[in-house]
């Protein structure tokens, strides 16, 4: 069932954010691809299936930021544990930046608006970060990941409020 898939997902997420806290950064890049696969596998599955739902895309999209929060969280762990400031704030900042070009288009898409501008979205993340972790080039991954997430939450928000330029009656 593709609601297994997504749960099986974040379950090795979990373990994979685990595997990074104790600092076992190559064999987590390749677990972190693994554990991305699944994102792609769910849905395919529910379509293939005919077992698409409006809860399971919801369950895969909330899944999804879970999963990515782990693996971020994992990296705080471990660099917080071993006082690296500088690597700490950048896991902090793109951990803002991942959930809130996420947040921004949701919302956007929620009051029935385009939002797909961006280059950096969540198999983008998945794979830098993984690419950092094999390669040992995480201080890299963290600034590409911290800037363009952030920059993109901005761009996808402009956006949204160009769409909306003279259309918001209220200004909020």
């Not at 800037?147 to 918001?168: E, H, T, Y």
Request: neutral net charge; contains cysteine; hydrophobic residues 55%.
């Amino acid at each position: 069932h593709p609601n297994i898939l997504t749960i099986l997902g974040l379950l090795i997420s979990v373990v994979v954010a685990w595997i990074l806290s104790s600092g076992h950064f190559f064999l987590g890049g390749f677990l972190v691809l693994f554990s991305g696969a699944f994102d792609l596998l769910d849905g395919a599955v529910a379509r293939a299936s005919g077992r698409s739902t409006k809860f399971g895309a919801l369950l895969d999209s909330t899944f999804d930021r879970f999963s990515e929060a782990a693996h971020l969280l994992g990296l705080l762990a471990f660099y917080a544990d071993r006082g690296e400031f500088h690597e700490t704030m950048l896991v902090g900042a793109a951990l803002v930046g991942s959930m809130m070009t996420s947040y921004v288009r949701a919302r956007a898409e929620g009051l029935g608006l385009k939002c797909d501008v961006g280059i950096i979205t969540r198999p983008e993340r998945v794979i830098l970060l993984a690419i950092g972790l094999i390669f040992d080039q995480m201080l890299v991954i963290l600034w590409i990941i911290a800037v363009l997430s952030n920059l993109i939450a901005w761009q996808r928000l402009i956006n949204v409020w160009r769409q909306m330029k003279g259309k918001d009656e209220g200004g909020n």
